[in-house]
T-cell receptor, first 115, second 114 residues
Framework: SQQGEEDPQALSIQEGENATMNCSYKTSINNLQWYRQNSGRGLVHLILIRSNEREKHSGRLRVTLDTSKKSSSLLITASRAADTASYFCATDAVAGGTSYGKLTFGQGTILTVHP | DAGVTQSPTHLIKTRGQQVTLRCSPKSGHDTVSWYQQALGQGPQFIFQYYEEEERQRGNFPDRFSGHQFPNYSSELNVNALLLGDSALYLC?????????????FGSGTRLTVV
C-alpha cells in the first residue's frame, strides 16, 4: 500500500516560478525522502529529512516536515525546464532502530516547467 | 564512479515464462533493494539483500525471489510470469545495512509480459 500521498497529482508552471508539492503519510516515520524521476527512468535522491528536523535546504530545494500533521512539502525555487519530472516522497520504516530500506512511496507529482 | 547498473534495460516475455534481472550496486555499497513500479504509480518494495541474505520482504508472492552474490551484485527472479508483472523494476543500493540513507537507484529494467 502507498503511505505517502502527493498533492497535487500534476503541476504546470512557467520557468522562473516556484513549485510546491505536498506529501502526507499515515504512520510514524524515522525519516522522509524526496526523489525525482525523469521519464520513467531511475529515481534520483534529492533530500532526506529526519523526524526531528523541521526544515532542510539543498540548493534551490527546501523541504519542510510537520510530524504532528504527518505532512511534508517540497519547494523548488526559480524553476527551470530541466526540473520537469515526477517527484515522489518516500517514508522509511525503521523497526527497532534498524532501517530495512523499505521505502514506501506515494504516487508522485508530475511537474511540467514551460520555457 | 559508476552508479547502480541494471541489465537488461528492456525485456519482453510471454506469460508463464521465467525472467532474471541483474543489478550491480554502486561502488562501496553492500546492500541492495528491489522495487516494482507499475505505470503511473510509485515504486513498491519487493525485498532487500545484505550479506547474501534476504533481510526484508514486501507484499509480493513467492514467485518473486532473489539472490545476492559475494561481490554484492544481485538478481531478481520472477517465475510463472503474469501480465500484471509488466512494470519497471528498479534496483537501489546503499552503503550500510540498517542505516537510513538516501538510496542510489539504477535506471531500471522495463519488463513487458505478453
Amino acid at each position: 500500500s502507498q503511505q505517502g500521498e502527493e498533492d497535487p497529482q500534476a503541476l504546470s508552471i512557467q520557468e522562473g516560478e516556484n513549485a510546491t508539492m505536498n506529501c502526507s503519510y499515515k504512520t510514524s516515520i524515522n525519516n522522509l525522502q524526496w526523489y525525482r524521476q525523469n521519464s520513467g527512468r531511475g529515481l534520483v535522491h534529492l533530500i532526506l529529512i529526519r523526524s526531528n528536523e523541521r526544515e532542510k535546504h539543498s540548493g534551490r530545494l527546501r523541504v519542510t516536515l510537520d510530524t504532528s500533521k504527518k505532512s511534508s512539502s517540497l519547494l523548488i525555487t526559480a524553476s527551470r525546464a530541466a526540473d520537469t519530472a515526477s517527484y515522489f516522497c518516500a517514508t522509511d520504516a525503521v523497526a527497532g532502530g534498524t532501517s530495512y530500506g523499505k521505502l514506501t512511496f506515494g504516487q508522485g507529482t508530475i511537474l511540467t516547467v514551460h520555457p | 564512479d559508476a552508479g547502480v547498473t541494471q541489465s537488461p534495460t528492456h525485456l519482453i516475455k510471454t506469460r508463464g515464462q521465467q525472467v532474471t534481472l541483474r543489478c550491480s550496486p554502486k561502488s562501496g555499497h553492500d546492500t541492495v533493494s528491489w522495487y516494482q513500479q507499475a505505470l503511473g504509480q510509485g515504486p513498491q518494495f519487493i525485498f532487500q539483500y545484505y550479506e547474501e541474505e534476504e533481510r526484508q520482504r514486501g507484499n509480493f508472492p513467492d514467485r518473486f525471489s532473489g539472490h545476492q552474490f559475494p561481490n554484492y551484485s544481485s538478481e531478481l527472479n520472477v517465475n510463472a510470469l503474469l501480465l500484471g508483472d509488466s512494470a519497471l523494476y528498479l534496483c537501489a543500493s546503499s552503503p550500510a545495512f540498517g542505516k537510513s540513507y538516501g538510496y542510489t537507484f539504477g535506471s531500471g529494467t522495463r519488463l513487458t509480459v505478453v
